[in-house]
């Protein structure tokens, strides 16, 4: 079992930047591959960013190029930095976990076993 805690949402305005936090704990000592999603009112979960077990990361088209995905073990944190933020990213993002497992789908929520309980983000214009 993986447990998850987000945090560092808020708000902000377009073009600001932002960072979340994953404080992960558990049984972490397995390899493991790690995700952020985001979920709008009234629209699907969506896969944003993943990190997988050789550290290979994975973006979304709609925020590649803006947002980056990193994991610092000694602190158990996976952090999301954000940056050139868009109305539109305005959601709650969540982190995802799971065992290993043949990759795939890794920006897909069925890949994931774990989450946390979300942190809002909010862009305004």
């Known amino acids: 079992q993986v447990q998850l805690s987000e945090s560092g949402g808020g708000s902000v305005q377009t073009g600001g930047s932002m960072s979340l936090y994953c404080t992960y704990s558990?049984?972490?000592?397995?390899?493991?591959?790690m995700a952020w999603f985001r979920q709008a009112p009234g629209k699907d979960r969506e896969g944003v960013a993943s990190?997988?077990?050789?550290?290979?990361?994975i973006y979304s088209p709609s925020v590649e190029g803006r947002f980056t995905i990193s994991k610092i073990d000694a602190i158990n944190s996976l952090i999301l930095r954000m940056s050139s933020l868009r109305p539109e990213d305005t959601a709650v993002y969540y982190c995802?976990?799971?065992?290993?497992?043949?990759?795939?789908?890794?920006?897909?929520?069925?890949?994931?076993?774990?989450w946390g309980q979300g942190t809002h983000v909010t862009v305004s214009s």
């Open positions: 990190y997988d077990v050789d550290g290979d990361t």
């Open positions: 995802a976990a799971s065992y290993y497992r043949n990759p795939r789908s890794m920006l897909h929520e069925s890949f994931y076993d774990y």
């Open positions: 558990g049984d972490t000592t397995r390899r493991h591959y």
